[in-house]
């Protein structure tokens, strides 16, 4: 069985809701262009997210959040549990991403947490693993990937694991305009569906595993092409409809 292909927008602290309900509409005008084979998914703010699942309603386009918190509900001030993520017609939840790891101390403990609330809710984790620049440079990228995979998607259930989506993203080429190479990725992606082999079996075959760092559409076909990229997670390109389609046709 071919594995799923994805394309996915984390629009990340960007656009206030009139410019993200244009911008979704605007996807779902152009997805026609688009093989159908391609599933793609918008991450909005919070703020819209409801407004968002709203404007692609009567698409294929599915929405998720970019983070949800560590526990089901209570007293804690400022998160958004992930129940109320699920409630609002969501399908997926981004977790781990670098930047939640760098600026707000995310921890393979917190990412345990997380994980289980989005399965208790039925949302898909798109996990986030990948090195910095240092990391690269000492040649410890695959050690870091492992680890940040161990920790977190072994303690996942078959059930749950086959219910994942994993998104390599090197922190070095996320918003700075480098890319890895698609040798590099395809690199790091074998390496990843070797390690949840190890673990998972054959099941590791079905995982879609995402490539995430300055994706573009003059990019996104020749790392597409590579037996083990499933597809993107994109930032700054998802920001743009045209763009973020166009990484959709790299396919
Ligand atoms: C991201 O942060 O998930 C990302 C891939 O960003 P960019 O495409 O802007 O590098």
Known sequence: MARKKIVAGNWKMNTVPAEGVELAKNVV??????????????????????????????????????????????????????????????????????????????????LNKKMAQAYANNLIPIYCVGENLEEREAGNHFAVCKAQIEEVVFNLTEEQFANLVIAYEPVWAIGTGKTATAEQAQEIHAYIREVLRSKFGAAA??????????????????????????????????????DFLAIGKGF
């Not at 703010?45 to 009567?58: D, R």
């Open 29 to 110: 005008a152009g997805r026609s262009e688009v093989c159908e084979c391609v599933n793609f998914i918008v991450c909005p703010p919070f703020t819209h997210l409801s407004q968002v699942v709203e404007a692609v309603k009567g698409s294929d386009i599915a929405v998720g959040a970019q983070d949800c918190a560590t526990e089901a509900k209570g007293a804690y001030t400022g998160e958004i549990a992930a129940s109320m993520i699920a409630a609002l017609g969501c399908k997926y939840v981004i977790l781990g991403h670098s930047e939640r790891r760098q600026y707000y101390g995310e921890t393979s403990e917190t």
């Open 205 to 242: 075959e079905e995982c879609p595993i995402l490539y995430g760092g300055s994706c573009k559409p003059s990019n996104a076909a020749e790392i597409f092409a590579k037996e083990d990229v499933d597809g993107g997670l994109i930032g700054g390109a998802a920001l743009v409809a045209g």
